[in-house]
């Protein structure tokens, strides 16, 4: 150990040099050194080896040494003195066996260590036997820097010999946040432990519930509700407790009446559980619990805070908010809670300050060079924040739907954009003069907000939006046909024009890299013609950006697969040979699609879905929703009306069948599409709950374009009656809720909370 860390843990005297030491302080000295010293020998793997250690009592192995140095923190409590005790040293001395994941799991991850480090916590858990709190901290100190690694995470959650995602119930973690569970309740325990010690217990939780896995073990204590509740009495405290006053006795800042907790301790407890609550965001899973609590804005606005002094998120998390703000964003109600505290207004005035211009008239005393890039490093972090905001399609539904562009006839060179519409009014949606002048650096702008749109469209439910409400396609094309040459046979070729063809081509032509070619967006220097992509001003695009798409053979090729199919045709499927046949099938998929892909046709998809499903039902089990019959004409039907968005992605799903020559009647295709969507919708109703909420994509039926029916349309090659054969029996396995999203939109299946 250095002579800094020996400072950290003797202290020499107040001002006054010492010659003399007490027998008692040599000994601590002596065991000091001796505890450094094995420190530095467990920390390495050749350092370990050389245990066991004979001694004149025998031999000492490693893990023994441990556990009795553990002994010191959990039961010798009378020699806790400040800096002097040796449980200070021995905790200090365990946490940094933790400095590498490789020391921890070779030193801590063992049960036996681990039992003894449960030992104060069980007292106080099953005999309500209060330990000291110095103790209860060192032990909460200490899992922390285990759960840090994912070594230590895995022997706190299953065991040392625990298997994976097997809950093992004499775990650490367990008896940790069952502790951390009645701590936050104060008719628990007969002896409360203080704020400091639930607050530690209920941090090493916290390392836990903020990955999935542990999110999966944590969940039935309910945490997030102890915690929400713990922190609205803290916060009504506080609310409560009169002006803080000076105190003329200790310079502390106390209450008025001086007969309660110190002022500043209730504020930092607060903090402490809205911080921790905050933190159940870090998954998809918990941040639906979050939400279920109630404080979600609470939450966000505490995070918002923290994001706006870059502080990090807690001392084993060195990264900022960032992460969290985009699991957030991903859900409606989180969007609601960002823009309600203000994230959103300050992310888009920082950008705006860096393409244009601040809020202020201050004068620039030397002015900015212009940007070499579209995105400069400047506006890249502005606009990753952007983009994580709005890649989610019920986020950006949220506060886009059914709201207008200003357009206005003039703009101010200060008038800064305070809103996500505003900002697409100003940058993305710049289709009038007037907006065109009010910009200091036009084609940067105009370049970020493209970019900006670019990502956008990547989602086809946020494009069919983006084009339904704003016309997209026609702004593009507008701004394409702007830039045509003054003899109208060429086009001008600039960054803008570029980015602009881009996108048609981007959202106008969907499918995958060999379906579709996507033109680049830089100039080929070396090159006689540098943009040999050719520009338009109106649809179709040129066939340069489509390609061939030739027909499979019609000639049948005997397969695994397909004599696995003919088989079944022959064969009554039962329950007890279902099983097996779809793990023979799945291997045959596997297989063919790795070999001859080009051999599955057509046919032998919808022949190998019906084969599936009819085999999958047979397995009682795997229908986990009920199977209803559906009853209605297409008379009715064709009295029912879908949404524009809805008709837009038809109209998509359609030319993307006939490029694929899936589809030869467009006119009867459409037809046969758009009665099936209505038909899954109306099939649905009948097991959807009435939805009284504030967030607008649970008012009504499913906003976005039902893409797993249209998938499954094309996969029968536009055959209506095929499809609802499939779609039916489908939805009632468990892969339907994850695969078919308009599947459990406001379902009776789901539980009230899920919704809010």
């Keep these: 150990m250095s002579s800094h860390d020996v400072c950290c843990i003797v202290v020499v005297g107040q001002g006054i040099k010492r010659t003399r030491y007490t027998g008692p302080e040599v000994e601590f000295f002596h065991f000091m050194h001796s505890v450094c010293l094995l420190c530095r020998l467990m920390m390495y793997a050749g350092g370990s080896d050389l245990f ?56 801590l991850c063992k049960d036996s260590i681990i039992t003894e480090l449960l030992k104060p916590v069980l007292n106080w858990l099953h005999n309500d036997v209060p330990s000291s709190e110095v103790t209860m901290l060192h032990v909460a100190d200490i899992f922390s820097a285990m759960a840090s690694w994912e070594s230590g995470r895995q022997v706190l959650l299953y065991g040392e010999k625990g298997e994976k995602f097997k809950i093992n119930r004499l775990a650490a973690i367990h008896a940790i946040s069952n502790f951390a569970k009645k701590a936050l309740d104060s008719s628990e325990f007969s002896t409360q432990p203080s704020p400091a010690v639930t607050g530690a217990f209920l941090f090493v939780c916290r390392q836990f519930y903020s990955t999935s896995e542990g999110l999966l073990v944590l969940q039935p204590y309910g945490l997030h509700h102890y915690v929400a509740n713990a922190w609205r009495v803290a916060s009504r405290d506080a609310a409560q407790s009169d002006t803080p006053t000076p105190n003329m006795e200790v310079n502390k800042i106390t209450t008025d009446e001086g007969d309660g907790e110190p002022y500043e301790d209730t504020l930092a407890w607060e903090q402490t559980l809205i911080d921790n609550l905050l933190n159940f965001a870090s998954t998809p ?34 990264f900022g908010y960032g992460t969290m703000v985009t699991q957030v964003a991903a859900t409606a109600p989180g969007i609601v809670a960002l823009q309600s505290t203000g994230f959103v207004k300050t992310l888009i005035n920082g950008l705006w300050t860096i393409l244009e211009c601040g809020p202020d008239d201050r004068p620039l005393l030397r002015p900015a060079p212009p940007p ?78 493209l970019r900006l749109l670019s990502v956008m469209t990547c989602c086809l439910d946020t494009l069919l939006l983006l084009e339904c409400q704003y016309k997209i396609w026609d702004m593009l094309l507008q701004g394409q046909e702007h830039n045509k040459t003054t003899d109208g046979d060429g086009f001008i070729v600039d960054m803008l024009s570029i980015e602009r063809n881009h996108i048609l081509v981007r959202s106008y032509v969907i499918g995958g890299p060999s379906e579709r070619r996507l033109p680049c967006r830089d100039l080929e220097k070396a090159s006689d013609d540098p943009y040999p992509w050719p520009l338009f001003a109106s649809f179709p695009v040129p066939k340069e950006y489509t390609t061939t798409i030739s027909r499979p ?55 190998l879905l019906d084969k599936v499903i009819t085999h999958t039902l047979m397995v009682p089990q795997n229908e986990i929703f009920p199977l209803k019959p559906c009853k209605v004409t297409d008379s009715a039907l064709k009295g029912q009306k879908l949404t524009d968005l809805q008709m837009l992605g038809i109209k998509m799903v359609i030319r993307y069948g006939q490029h694929l020559k899936l589809i030869s009647n467009s006119s009867d295709a459409t037809e046969n599409l758009t009665l099936l969507l209505k038909k899954c919708r109306y099939y649905f109703r009948t097991q959807q709950r009435s939805m009284d909420s504030e967030i607008r994509c649970l008012q009504g039926d499913y906003t976005g374009h039902d893409w797993f029916v249209s998938t499954v349309f094309l996969l029968m090659a536009g055959n209506r009656d095929k499809a609802w054969s499939f779609l039916h029996n489908f939805s009632s396995v468990l892969a339907s809720g994850y695969l078919w999203m308009p599947r459990l939109h406001a379902s009776v299946s789901l539980c009230q909370q899920c919704f809010y």
């Design 285 to 318: 899973k918990g941040l639906l619990l979050l939400q279920q609590t109630g404080a979600i804005n609470e939450a966000v606005a505490y995070m918002y805070t923290r994001y706006a002094k870059k502080l990090q998120v807690s001392k084993t998390e060195k």
């Design 553 to 607: 053979s019609a000639i049948k090729q005997d397969t695994d697969l397909s004599k696995l199919l003919s088989k079944s045709q022959s064969s009554t499927p039962s329950a007890a040979n279902s099983k097996e046949w779809l793990q023979k099938c799945q291997t045959a998929y596997c297989k063919v699609m790795s070999i001859r892909h080009e051999s599955v046709t057509n046919r032998v998809i919808t022949d």
């Design 52 to 107: 066991p250690i004979q001694t004149s009592n025998g031999d000492v192995s490693l893990h023994e040494l441990l556990v009795s140095l553990v002994h010191l923190i959990t039961e010798c409590q009378t020699f806790d003195q400040g800096i002097n005790s040796p449980s200070v040293l021995v905790t200090e001395t365990l946490k940094m066996s933790c400095t590498t994941e490789a020391s921890c799991s070779r030193c």
């Design 372 to 449: 070499m890039q579209p995105n400069d490093r400047a506006s890249s972090k502005f606009f990753t924040s952007l983009m994580n905001l709005l890649s989610a399609f019920p986020a950006v539904y949220e506060v886009l739907a059914e709201k207008e562009l200003e357009n206005k006839e003039s703009y101010t060179f200060r008038e800064v954009p305070d809103t996500i519409i505003g900002l697409l009014d100003r940058l993305v949606m710049v289709n009038t003069r007037s907006k065109v002048h009010s910009l200091f650096n036009e084609e940067q702008s105009q370049v970020f907000g």
